[in-house]
């Protein structure tokens, strides 16, 4: 069974860096794209940034040179630096991922459970 896990997040104040991670297992045939989206409280799911199986990326406006996404295609793993965070990131991150499974023949996303990242001020 394919999974998601994610790890990195936790308490930092405002100015300071975080890295998540994310790590795809199970019977993975392989992965299209990857990213990272966030859901604030009484908010709704938005993109923060994703990355496809060639390195091209796209952020979120917000997030801009601040964050960066990478991947590495052996571990099947997504990363994402954080630097000059802000109270406003606040948020459940998850991981997605446009895979296919083993013994299927299409594409099906995933998501991870989710870290927490909490900026104070």
């Known amino acids: 069974q394919v999974q998601l896990v994610e790890s990195g997040g936790g308490l930092v104040q405002a100015g300071g860096s975080l890295r998540l991670s994310c790590a795809a297992s199970g019977s993975i045939f392989s992965i299209n794209a990857m990213g990272w989206y966030r859901q604030a409280p009484g908010k709704q799911r938005e993109l923060v940034a994703f990355i496809t199986s060639g390195g091209s990326t796209i952020y979120a406006d917000s997030v801009k040179g601040r964050f960066t996404i990478s991947r590495d295609n052996a571990k099947n793993t997504v990363l994402l630096q954080m630097n000059s965070l802000k109270p406003e990131d606040t948020a459940v991150y998850y991981c997605?991922?446009?895979?296919?499974?083993?013994?299927?023949?299409?594409?099906?996303?995933?998501w991870g459970k989710g870290t927490l990242v909490t900026v104070s001020s």
């Open positions: 997605n991922a446009n895979l296919r499974p083993s013994g299927y023949s299409t594409y099906m996303n995933y």
